[in-house]
């Protein structure tokens, strides 16, 4: 239990809080509205203070899509399962699409060392294996045509 006086919900207070939130990581607008809220700030005052924050570009849509993508890319995650977070966190689906079909993200080469991460080197021996590590990378958000080609790779395809 944190012991603090309560906050004062003004104007300074909301934009204080938003850029306390935005100093530890990037937030979409979304997940700023939603943590703001919690803390009882009114809706008309949070837009207000975001509206702000976008405008002096403290908040931004774009940089805040491209530092989750990194991350998730460095967790090992596929387009698709970080496409539906990027929209679960309030970015349009459109834009996610757009950011993920960049052609310097190599999604072939991510699902393959995810494979070889996780199997090993070796190409799967067996339909049952194959099997297996297709729906490990399926699980982690990769289309199809990144699992084949990643199945098919052989160790010294690098």
């Known amino acids: 239990m944190r012991l603090s006086k309560p906050e004062v919900l003004d104007e300074a207070a909301c934009k204080r809080r938003a850029l306390d939130l935005l100093a530890r990581r990037e937030h979409s607008r979304f ?8 803390r009882a700030f009114p809706a008309a005052l949070i837009a207000q203070v975001l509206d702000q924050l976008e405008a002096s ?3 931004a849509a774009g940089r805040f899509t491209d530092s989750f993508v990194r991350a998730r890319m460095a967790k090992g995650q596929g387009p698709v399962r970080i496409r539906a977070e990027l929209v679960q966190r309030g970015i ?25 991460k996780r199997f090993g080197p070796a190409r799967p021996k067996d339909f049952k294996e194959r099997a297996r590590q297709a729906r490990f990378l399926q ?3 990769f289309e199809s045509s990144h699992i084949h080609a990643a199945l098919e790779l052989g160790e010294d395809s690098d």
């Not at 997940?31 to 919690?38: C, H, N, Q, T, Y």
């Not at 349009?92 to 995810?114: F, K, N, Q």
């Open 31 to 38: 997940e700023l509205e939603r943590k703001l809220s919690a």
């Open 57 to 59: 570009g403290a908040l």
């Open 92 to 116: 349009e689906a459109s834009r996610a699409t757009e950011v993920l079909r960049e052609p310097d993200i190599d999604w072939v080469a991510a699902a393959s060392a995810v494979r070889r």
């Open 139 to 141: 699980y982690r958000g």
